[in-house]
């Protein structure tokens, strides 16, 4: 596999985790009222890898050769919660299909 493909399955992995602490954090923050620590933490975090995995999206598509459609998918699948785990495995499994001759 690629370094592009290999960093953007690694970093759409972080990502979800990521979105995971931040929900937690959000829950403890706004939910529970017991305080913000969670989300001044996963907050940045997030963002970061945010940014990060729109980069390796960029990076895989230009490996992978994927069309406008399927970039524009992989960063709609950044804002919803835990979707960018659906679109990488998706794509992980589109690159292991034999094509048919």
Known sequence: MPTALRLFRYVAIAEACSWAGLLVGMYFKYIAATGDLGVKIFGPVHGA?????VAA???AARVARW?????AL??????PPFTSLWFERRM???R???VAA
């Open 67 to 71: 069309g406008w459609g399927v970039i």
């Open 92 to 94: 992980l499994a589109r």
């Open 74 to 79: 992989g960063l709609a699948c950044a804002v």
């Open 57 to 59: 999206v960029l990076a």
């Open 96 to 98: 292991r299909e034999p």
């Open 49 to 53: 890898l945010f940014v990060l995995y």
